[in-house]
């Protein structure tokens, strides 16, 4: 059965301390494994999408590794803020097109305290 | 410069009642989405559509239909809504090819008393 979990499921640390999110998956075939933050009250903003070939992937304070071997990957946020702040949703697509077929993580709440 | 807008963002109703939710695009995508985000937050995709293809999860209970009268548009309409309607919804947009990158809408939260 194809599925994405994700760990821990809510997360508390304190500003400008670094924290890393994990997902495992066991999705086939692959395609794509994308990280989203969504903010509370908004819809989920892409931060990384990363294909079998990519092991790794930044956007500014977050870096996205992908292991296709043992199906996990991990979000890390350095230096956090209090604007990150927010659920970190692991998506992985399994192929199938344009369309695809979208397998959604239950999302980690990450809390950023001062 | 909404990328993707929804409307409304909130919607109160009735049980039984028949409402549509609205979504519009302005990003010259292909391919529309529908999601559900329910009280636990977790988000199931709805539909997927292009000009071409839709297509339905087969979980989505047929009193829910998209409906798309262009290309910039998808609306969701609910027939006889029921309370475990109740949820978040949230329209997307995405590229195509490789990535299938997905932008997402603001949500409208839909409430069914």
């Known amino acids: 059965k194809n599925q994405v979990e994700q760990s821990p499921q809510s997360l508390i640390i304190l500003e400008g301390k670094n924290c890393t999110l994990q997902?495992?998956?066991?999705?086939?075939?692959?395609?794509?494994l994308r990280w989203y933050k969504q903010d509370t009250g908004r819809g989920p903003v892409s931060l990384t999408i990363?294909?079998?070939?990519?092991n790794t992937k930044s956007n500014g304070r977050y870096t996205a590794t992908l292991d296709a071997d043992t199906k996990q990957s991990s979000l890390h946020i350095t230096a956090s803020q209090l604007s990150d702040s927010a659920s970190y949703i692991c998506?992985?697509?399994?192929?199938?097109?344009?369309?695809?077929?979208?397998?959604f993580g239950k999302g980690t709440k990450l809390s950023v305290k001062p | 410069d909404t990328a993707v807008s929804q409307t409304p963002k909130y919607l109160v109703t009735q049980m039984g009642n028949d409402k549509s939710i609205k979504c519009e695009q302005n990003?010259?995508?292909?391919?529309m989405y529908w999601y559900k985000q329910d009280s636990k937050k977790f988000l199931k995709i709805m539909f997927s559509?292009?000009?071409?293809?839709?297509?339905i999860n087969e979980t989505v209970p047929n009193r829910f239909s998209p409906k798309s009268p262009d290309k910039a548009h998808l609306n969701l309409h609910i027939n006889s809504l029921e309370l475990g309607d109740s949820a978040v919804y949230f329209c997307?947009?995405?590229?195509?090819?490789?990535?299938?990158?997905?932008?997402f809408g603001p949500g409208t939260r839909l409430t069914v008393l």
């Open positions: 998506v992985v697509s399994g192929g199938g097109g344009s369309q695809g077929n979208l397998i």
């Open positions: 997902c495992n998956y066991t999705v086939s075939p692959f395609s794509n």
């Open positions: 990363m294909t079998f070939s990519e």
């Open positions: 990003l010259g995508h292909d391919t």
């Open positions: 559509y292009n000009n071409k293809e839709l297509i």
């Open positions: 997307a947009s995405a590229t195509s090819g490789r990535y299938n990158e997905q932008f």
